[in-house]
């Protein structure tokens, strides 16, 4: 396959001026950095406000004091190193640490930090696990980009999981579909991996992560109708993101050109409040009316849409924000409040479930289950080995 070349230093980013990549050196010390070429060429670099470039390129905003590396609290979900059992009938499998880029807002941006491992390359505990609680129906693979694997190393998972018979649904989340959508349809053992096991029974869903319209090119749409043909269900959830599509013309038309290309609107997120991610923050209020408002301006089968957050006690549907109030209803819980509904205060400012006044009231901050999984929000802020690097530099110039 001709693949796009793949850029992890800010040096080689030529658009960019040099007195400003300079200046962003110091970001991808603390977070990675990674994008390619095809992704590039979908940037106006005359336009200083791009949306695809805030996507992938840092900003100075990612050092602001904001937010934690796990703000979902995901090290609680463990059961076996890279396996999480996030609900009762919803394992994830975390089997990859890389992506086609790496989104700046990303809630896993500690995936890639060099002193974590949560990614396992051996799945194998977490197939075992899932193997023995016939109570799991459906697993996510994710990451990093499950994608991005060599098919060989898909088809083993998928091939596992068909092999348990209570799994029923095998999700893949993936940018790849935008990322490099030539990776997908210009690969035919991938092709026909999932046309062998998406089934008219069991179905192979793709959970595709498109943020903007115009990440929606030709290339995209050859994808889509790719994994189409070859039986997958692709399914679209992005969060509202301020600078990126935070305008509600910009998520309408987003919602409208995923429904002509038969990708199901799925959810529109909060963004979490990690570590990095101040220049991206929305309250709930901005959030929810910018959805409102691009809903309103298209069909039914954008409306299909769910403003969701991803708490660490569970999936919390925003159903209304009207005179100061939230009103809100638990959409999955790992607690088992499922269907719960909650009326909460909710200041101008609230841009978290946690930034509600009476919120505790509703959950308990969950234990560990696995010991050997890091967690990282008791760890320093800057990884290890740039730490060590960055002290290495500043006594060599002493």
């Known amino acids: 396959m001709a693949q796009p070349k793949y850029i992890t230093k800010i040096d080689q980013i030529e658009q960019i001026p040099e007195a400003e990549r300079e200046r962003l050196k110091k970001i991808t010390e603390k977070f990675v950095f990674r994008v390619n070429e095809y992704y590039l060429s979908l940037i106006d670099w005359e336009d ?5 470039k805030n996507l992938v390129i840092p900003n100075e905003g990612e050092l602001s004091e904001y937010g934690r590396w796990d703000a979902s609290d995901e090290d609680t979900n463990y059961v ?20 086609g880029a790496y989104c700046r807002y990303c809630f896993r941006k500690r995936l890639f930090r060099n002193d974590v491992k949560e990614a396992m390359t051996d799945v194998d505990p977490g197939l075992e ?16 980009d499950p994608m991005i ?3 060989k190393k898909l088809r083993y998972i998928i091939e596992e999981l068909r092999s348990i018979p209570h799994v029923k649904i095998i999700r893949i989340g993936s940018k790849l579909p935008v990322f490099n959508p030539m990776r997908i349809y ?20 793709v959970m595709a992560h498109i943020n903007h319209p115009r990440e929606i090119t030709d290339e995209a749409r050859k994808a889509f109708k790719a994994l189409h043909d070859a039986g997958a269900i692709v399914v679209n959830q992005t969060p509202v993101l301020k600078n990126i599509n935070s305008n509600p013309d910009d998520l309408a038309e987003l919602l409208d050109k995923l429904s002509w290309a038969g990708v199901t609107p799925y959810y ?9 991610n101040n220049d991206f923050v929305l309250t709930l209020k901005e959030a929810y009316e910018a959805v409102e408002e691009a809903k309103a301006k298209t069909s039914g089968l954008g ?3 769910r403003l969701s957050m991803s708490h660490t006690s569970g999936k919390i549907e925003i159903l ?22 909650m009326v909460l205060d909710c200041p101008d400012d609230a841009a978290w479930f946690d930034d509600l006044p009476g919120n505790e009231q509703y959950w308990n901050k969950p234990e560990k289950k696995v010991e050997e999984v890091v967690s990282v929000n008791e760890m320093p802020d800057m990884p290890e080995k740039k730490r060590r690097a960055r002290a290495k530099t500043a006594a060599a110039t002493k």
């Open 129 to 144: 696990y899932i193997r023995n609680h016939p109570e799991i129906n459906n697993v996510l693979l994710t990451g990093g």
């Open 48 to 52: 200083p406000n791009d949306p695809i």
């Open 303 to 305: 409306k299909r849409i």
């Open 80 to 99: 076996v190193p890279g396996c999480q059992h996030k609900y009762e009938t919803t394992a994830l499998l975390i089997c990859s640490e890389v992506c």
């Open 320 to 341: 209304a924000i009207e005179d100061g109030k939230a009103y809100l209803k638990y959409h999955q819980s790992r607690d088992g409040n499922y269907g719960k509904f």
């Open 268 to 276: 529109f997120f909060i963004n979490r409040p990690v570590a990095g």
């Open 149 to 151: 694997l060599a098919t």
């Open 186 to 205: 210009e690969d035919e053992s991938l092709l026909e991996l999932i046309r062998e096991y998406s089934t008219p029974d069991n179905r192979i869903y």
